[in-house]
């Protein structure tokens, strides 16, 4: 059993199958609930740092602080619901989450860390939710699916793909554009 191996089944949730149903790396799935965890403690954190901008008169603070705690919160609550084991939907809510498609949850990542930066373009606020932006984005990049073998790549690039006499030769002449060039292909 290699490390990494070692370190899947310890990172394992209960219920879990242990036969991977998609191509993505276990590194990766690690990374997103990883930063989807930690970003929600600093969004928590941050949000009620933002919150005591309401002392200056800065309403907009306060708005900004509690939509990112509400961010951070419901992000632990789908990351890491071991962190929430005192609400009894929390192990429910997170399974229903991780049934659905990668795309879905980095769109909602996405979208519910934009209005605080929106808000209020603080430092604090900045970090706590581009945090959770963050884990949106390594879950868009999941959800995109794993590269192609480097023959299948190769292939790609032959010529005569995509069309069956391959495509024209370069012209020797720099000039020509490609309404001047007989080899182009017109409609008819």
């Known amino acids: 059993m290699s490390f990494g191996e070692k370190i899947a089944s310890i990172m394992e949730r209960p219920g879990q199958d242990p036969v991977t149903k998609d191509e993505v790396p ?3 799935k690690y990374a997103g609930r990883g930063v989807g965890t930690i970003g ?3 969004a928590i954190l941050l949000g009620a740092w933002g919150c005591v901008g309401i ?3 800065s309403v907009s603070a306060l708005i900004a602080g ?3 705690m509400v ?3 419901l992000v632990i609550i789908i990351e890491a619901p071991c962190c929430c084991l005192f609400i009894d939907f929390v192990q429910n809510l997170s399974d229903w989450v991780d049934r659905k498609p990668y795309w879905q949850r980095a769109a909602v990542y996405c979208l519910i860390a934009l209005p605080a930066i929106i808000l209020d373009a603080g430092l604090g606020t900045i970090f706590g939710s581009g945090l959770i932006f963050a884990t949106g984005i ?10 192609g073998s480097r023959p299948d790549l190769a292939g790609m690039t032959s010529p005569g793909v995509g069309s069956p006499q391959g495509p024209p ?3 020797s002449d720099h ?3 490609l309404m001047e060039d007989p080899d182009v292909w017109r409609p008819t």
């Open 26 to 28: 276990w590194w990766m």
């Open 40 to 42: 929600g403690f600093f």
């Open 55 to 57: 002392i200056m008169g």
């Open 66 to 68: 509690m939509w990112q």
């Open 71 to 73: 961010a951070g919160f």
């Open 138 to 147: 390594i879950y868009g990049l999941m959800s995109l699916g794993k590269k």
């Open 169 to 171: 030769p370069p012209s």
């Open 175 to 177: 000039h020509t554009t």
